[in-house]
């Protein structure tokens, strides 16, 4: 948790981000996933001054519960000083006992994303899902949290002026931004109507332009003309059996060439929307479908 000290910005953990959502798609599956098309509504976690502290508290993690499918999981939310936002004890269950950082004591709005950020932990948990090492894991959390529908309140959670800043969560705002834009491309769903914050509608709209660009990278037809020669200059090469570095695009993307056999020379590349990567023969004009989230990509290879 930032509390008045720097925030750090850009894309710094966009791989680790990636390599998230292909563990998501990979360990729940596509039918899974799009369960949660619908997001956790201001309404869902609304908690008003005049509400009582800790019956508030549970009620709004039980409103997360619910939307994590996790009927069986009771959450104990207790306050305390501490460093962190908040942390959760991961037991065998069904009881997870959930400690907040005093400060949300008077900054209530802040409560659901700080609870949703410890709930998916709680369902990672039960999933048997997780990176090695903690920073790696907490992207992870971040991550999933968002793709799966309750993130939006952690970037709203984000406000930075001249004098004082808050942020929660491990990823920056611009990445917490990018995944939700992916959710938002996945699903049709737009999130910025709920954002009470500034900084994270900014902080979104730079995700999107980032997630953007990962459409926009050769093979796939929708390239730019830098891109597109830069491609046929590498697949003249492969052909000629020339070794051909993988080439990574401004937003770090990969393509690479590869001999098939006796078969026709064959490029991999990242799936835009879970960043699995894809295999096609070059053969010009492609249309592949991505067997792990099912999107179809028209391809010039």
């Not at 039918?31 to 509504?41: E, G, L």
């Amino acid at each position: 948790m930032t509390n008045g000290g720097p925030v750090e910005h850009g894309f710094p953990h966009l791989e680790t981000v990636r390599a998230a959502v292909t563990a998501l798609y990979k360990r729940l599956s596509y039918d899974t996933i799009h369960a949660f098309a619908t997001s956790v509504t201001p309404a869902d976690v609304a908690f008003r001054d005049t509400d009582d502290l800790y019956l508030g508290a549970q009620r709004v993690a039980r409103e997360l519960v619910r939307h994590f499918r996790l009927p069986d999981a009771r959450m104990i939310v207790s306050f305390r000083e501490m460093e962190y936002a908040a942390n959760v004890e991961l037991a065998a269950g069904p009881e997870y006992f959930i400690e907040l950082n005093d400060r949300f004591r008077t900054h209530r709005r802040d409560i659901g994303a700080a609870l949703a950020h410890e709930v998916m932990h709680v369902y990672l948990h039960r999933l048997d899902l997780s990176f090695p090492g903690t920073r790696d894991n907490e992207i992870l959390t971040d991550t999933a949290t968002t793709y799966l529908g309750a993130g939006w309140l952690l970037l709203d959670a984000y406000r930075e002026d001249a004098s004082s800043s808050q942020k929660l969560g491990y990823l920056t705002p611009e990445e917490f931004g990018y995944v939700l834009a992916k959710r938002s491309l996945a699903f049709g769903e737009d999130p910025a109507i709920w954002f009470t914050s500034p900084q994270a509608y900014t902080a979104y709209t730079r995700g999107m332009a980032r997630a953007r660009e990962d459409e926009r990278q050769p093979p796939l037809s929708a390239a730019g003309w830098a891109g597109r020669r830069r491609y046929a200059k590498d697949r003249r090469h492969a052909q000629e059996r020339v070794r051909v570095v993988p080439r990574a695009g401004a937003d770090g993307t990969a393509y690479a060439f590869t001999p098939d056999g006796r078969g026709p020379l064959r490029v991999s590349f990242p799936c835009p929307t879970c960043h699995q990567r894809i295999r096609v023969p070059v053969r010009g004009r492609v249309r592949a479908r991505c067997g792990l989230c099912r999107t179809v990509l028209e391809c010039d290879t």
